[in-house]
């Protein structure tokens, strides 16, 4: 049995590079310098402190070996103690007392300071990316896979390399698995077509558009395929849910998540009921939509590019009530296609209830909604700095900001708007504004009015795009990125051809931007307005415009046309968030009235009526 080693005597393996560097004769402040970091290590405080403790460790590892290696090294220790007062060692020798002092070293704790384990300068540039322990850096390299490592500087394939193999060393040291698709070489695709068989062995999964299902299991012969001449070409189960999601192909949010649901079915379907998606009963069903609420582990990973081995079809280990409504109500209508097209002979999600949810009392967050006074400081300043010749940045979030705030434009609307279907509009009292004509949620077209301070910012966007706005054959995106990454998609994309809108995400990131200036810019900020900021996004905008055009008696259906509702009932949601601001704003009047009331009683005249306080207190 090992013997149990006090904690004075357990050294990491920084320690033993420190005192090979000071057997050779390295001085005690370039150790320091070199191997600890002075504001974690006190011993590494002074050169005095680092020389003690250097010493101390060589003593205290003498007695290791004396009491735990070779006879021979115990004799050759002994004489070189009684010859020269103290241990004088050789490369060998050195080598041998590493060798046996290895009963002291400590192992790694997933609670350990980062810096325990690595020298300053990579535990600084870990620390950098939030990791502080390796509890930490196990997790990073379980979230960001092998190539994560391509965003900590001065961390290259060879020392992610090493980091990774240790971390699997002293996995139960740590108490965190670094899973196996953790490689530093991480190919994005498999090494064959990119294609992978699911069902035939345990543990494959894979997107839609890279699977491939065994014969067993394709649903050629599923006992559940219609027996009519069938409307699609599909011979088994994987082509009859392309057939059908080839329907959305002009729908590219619609088509992402029914992609996503079906997928999570069928390989639910063929990997753990063992059945083909054209074979399942009314059981199997219920069974997936208890599957839904805690999703497999083997189902659950964080979020990698659907090309990778890592790609997991769930993101989270639990879905939220109404993400599995949207499940099952996708699934009840792909299979009612599927019976359409006679390709199925019955749909066993009618049988099926869905789930139990709460329905929200309000469907929208108009919460987010900038107040009032919080909007216009947010114009005023966001339209000072866009005055600068240098900041071109802050023109496109101003462009951007006034499209969505003052027209009320959805953030989809917004980056697909275009030059073409702008057009001047004079008004009956001689005042001009705009018309922007845009394509809404379910390809519905409305008109949009746009204030002539947006079509300022759009034009001097423009300018800075070297584009005339004006110019009678103008054409394009409203908002369009200035400059052009060199990368081979970014290539592909804006080919020369024609000038290409900003990505929706990207629009996100601007908004993100513009949150993190102001927070730090706009002065006088109170928790109030501050709360408002730290929940901007493109969707805040579009709130603000409903509240702001509901506190200024704009008529509800004139609000319901430009926001593009489907019903007057979600638009008058932003009349009852106009009326709790009017009640909330008028009861503190009414609080600070009561608060000087109670101060001083001679003050209340004899005709006020008493406050509800009072009215209590009679009772």
Not at 132 to 156: E, F, K, M, Q
Not at 204 to 229: W, Y
Not at 487 to 495: G, I, Q, S, W
Not at 578 to 589: F, G
Request: net charge positive; with cysteine.
């Amino acid at each position: 049995m090992t013997e149990q080693l006090p904690l004075q005597r357990r050294f990491s393996s920084k320690d033993f590079a420190a005192l090979r560097a000071f057997l050779q004769k390295h001085p005690p402040a370039t150790i320091a310098r070199t191997y600890y970091d002075s504001n974690g290590d006190v011993h590494a405080a002074t050169p005095d402190a680092m020389e003690r403790y250097l010493r101390d460790m060589l003593a205290t590892l003498f007695d290791l070996a004396i009491g735990h290696g070779s006879s021979v090294l115990a004799d050759h220790l002994t004489a070189s103690i009684r010859q020269h007062g103290s241990g004088r060692l050789t490369a060998g020798s050195l080598k041998l007392v590493e060798e046996a002092a290895l009963l002291a070293v400590t192992t790694p704790a997933a609670s350990h300071g980062i810096g325990m384990w690595f020298r300053p300068m990579g535990a600084r540039y870990l620390k950098g990316r939030s990791i502080a322990t390796p509890g930490d850096l196990a997790g990073y390299c379980n979230t960001r896979g092998g190539r994560g490592w391509r965003s900590v500087p001065r961390i290259g394939p060879g020392r992610a390399r090493r980091i990774v193999a240790w971390l699997r060393r002293h996995e139960r040291a740590i108490g965190l698995r670094v899973e196996p698709y953790v490689d530093v070489a991480d190919p994005l695709v498999a090494p064959d077509s990119g294609v992978i068989t699911v069902g035939g062995e345990a543990g494959l999964l894979a997107p839609l558009e890279r699977m491939a299902i065994c014969e067993a299991l394709d649903g050629s012969r599923g006992v559940n395929r219609s027996a009519a001449f069938p409307y699609i070409d599909a011979h088994n189960d994987l082509a009859a849910i392309r057939a059908y999601l080839h329907l959305y192909r002009d729908q590219p949010k619609t088509l992402r998540v029914y992609t996503r649901e079906l997928q999570r079915f069928l390989l639910w379907s063929v990997t753990i009921r063992g059945k083909a998606l054209s074979s399942l009963h009314v059981d199997d069903c219920e069974a997936f939509k208890d599957f839904l609420k805690q999703p497999s582990p083997s189902f659950v990973g964080p979020r990698a590019p659907r090309t990778s081995r890592r790609w997991r079809p769930f993101a989270s280990d639990s879905l939220s009530p109404r993400s599995q409504l949207y499940a099952v109500r996708a699934l009840r209508a792909a299979f009612t296609w599927l019976v359409d097209a006679r390709y199925l002979a019955g749909n066993p999600w009618k049988m099926v209830n869905d789930p139990v949810t709460i329905e929200r009392e309000a469907k929208l967050r108009v919460e987010r909604a900038l107040p009032g006074q919080l909007w216009s400081d947010v114009r005023r300043h966001v339209q000072r700095r866009s005055a600068a010749a240098e900041n071109q940045r802050w023109r496109i979030v101003h462009a951007l900001m006034l499209l969505l705030g003052d027209s009320g434009l959805r953030r989809e609307e917004a980056a697909n708007a275009r030059r073409e279907t702008l057009h001047p509009y004079p008004a009956a009292d001689g005042t001009d504004v705009w018309a922007l004509t845009v394509t809404g949620k379910r390809s519905r077209e409305r008109t949009v009015p746009v204030s002539t301070g947006t079509v300022d910012a759009i034009r001097a966007h423009w300018r800075d795009r070297g584009e005339d706005f004006d110019a009678p054959t103008a054409t394009g995106p409203l908002l369009s990125p200035l400059v052009i990454p060199r990368t081979k998609a970014a290539r592909l994309k804006h080919d020369g051809s024609q000038r290409m809108p900003y990505a929706t995400d990207v629009l996100n990131r601007l908004i993100d931007w513009l949150r993190r200036q102001l927070l730090v810019e706009l002065e006088s900020l109170t928790p109030a307005t501050q709360a408002s900021l730290e929940q901007l996004s493109p969707h805040a905008f579009r709130h603000t415009f409903g509240t702001q055009a509901a506190a200024n008696a704009v008529p509800i259906d004139v609000i319901q046309k430009v926001l593009g509702h489907q019903s007057v009932q979600t638009t008058s949601i932003y009349v009852q968030a106009e009326t709790q601001r009017m009640m909330r704003e008028v009861s503190l009047m009414f609080r600070k009235r009561n608060r000087a009331g109670r101060q001083d009683p001679d003050e209340v005249s004899d005709g006020e009526p008493a406050w509800p306080e009072q009215s209590r207190s009679r009772a």
